[in-house]
């Protein structure tokens, strides 16, 4: 069976297209940063591949600040679990290099060591043993953080990568709807406050 000539020219133009597939298909993000050469291929036939791939049946997401994944809206139990621990594996490490002063925006210059993960279990033992997660456990998962393309491996230790932004979107929103819900409250109060004062007329 011969591939039909226009597809045949548009696959040609895809050298990378049966790699970024098995990447994409095991749930990792393509960074720009860790595969520079890999990105650029996207990124130059962005078209072709997120068209190629919704006609397969997959969304492919590029994001401007350097990372691209499949997106699904359905996940299993398992895919649950694991997406909530490292939400939470990521939280208390900003919270961490926030107190410490760290400038946050410039996340994927941090080294993360063994020493300091375990300092940040102490910091949030509480939170994170109600999750099951103690000082092992949270190598454990940013060694599954590396799988999936949110943190690259050194030999000192670990990098956040680009792709962390998808969490870092998520706990921004988080806090401006818990703000939102904080200023509704107060205004509800103060409304409350101003129907306990007399008004002008009777206080006259």
Same mark, same amino acid.
């Given at each position: 069976?011969?591939?039909?000539?226009?597809?045949?020219?548009?696959?040609?133009?895809?050298?990378?297209?049966?790699?970024?597939?098995?990447?994409?298909?095991?749930?990792?993000?393509?960074?720009?940063?860790?595969?520079?050469?890999?990105?650029?291929?996207?990124?130059?036939?962005? #078209?072709?591949?997120? &068209?190629?791939? =919704? %006609?397969?049946?997959?969304?492919? *997401? !590029?994001?401007?600040?350097?990372?691209?994944?499949?997106?699904?809206?359905?996940?299993?139990?398992?895919?649950?679990?694991?997406?909530?621990?490292?939400?939470?594996?990521?939280?208390?490490?900003?919270?961490?290099?926030?107190?410490?002063?760290?400038?946050?925006?410039?996340?994927?210059?941090?080294?993360?060591?063994?020493?300091?993960?375990?300092?940040?279990?102490?910091?949030?033992?509480?939170?994170?043993?109600?999750?099951?997660?103690?000082?092992?456990?949270?190598?454990?998962?940013?060694?599954? #953080?590396?799988?999936? &393309?949110?943190? =690259? %491996?050194?030999?000192?230790?670990? *990098? !956040?990568?680009?792709?962390?932004?998808?969490?870092?979107?998520?706990?921004?929103?988080?806090?401006?709807?818990?703000?939102?819900?904080?200023?509704?409250?107060?205004?509800?109060?103060?409304?409350?406050?101003?129907?306990?004062?007399?008004?002008?007329?009777?206080?006259?």
């Amino acid at each position: 069976m011969t591939t039909p000539q226009p597809l045949a020219a548009t696959l040609s133009q895809m050298p990378a297209l049966a790699e970024l597939f098995r990447l994409f298909l095991s749930g990792k993000h393509l960074n720009r940063m860790a595969e520079p050469a890999l990105w650029a291929e996207l990124e130059k036939q962005e #078209a072709s591949y997120v &068209g190629l791939f =919704a %006609a397969l049946g997959f969304d492919l *997401r !590029l994001d401007a600040r350097g990372f691209a994944w499949f997106h699904s809206g359905d996940a299993n139990s398992n895919i649950g679990k694991i997406s909530r621990q490292l939400a939470l594996l990521f939280m208390v490490i900003f919270d961490a290099q926030a107190n410490a002063g760290k400038a946050l925006q410039r996340y994927t210059d941090w080294l993360i060591d063994s020493a300091w993960l375990a300092e940040v279990y102490k910091q949030q033992q509480d939170l994170l043993d109600a999750e099951g997660l103690n000082a092992d456990a949270l190598v454990e998962l940013l060694g599954r #953080a590396c799988t999936l &393309g949110f943190a =690259a %491996a050194e030999p000192a230790g670990w *990098r !956040l990568l680009p792709a962390v932004c998808r969490y870092l979107d998520h706990f921004e929103a988080l806090a401006l709807a818990a703000k939102d819900d904080s200023d509704e409250a107060y205004g509800v109060a103060e409304d409350d406050r101003a129907l306990d004062r007399p008004d002008d007329e009777e206080s006259n």
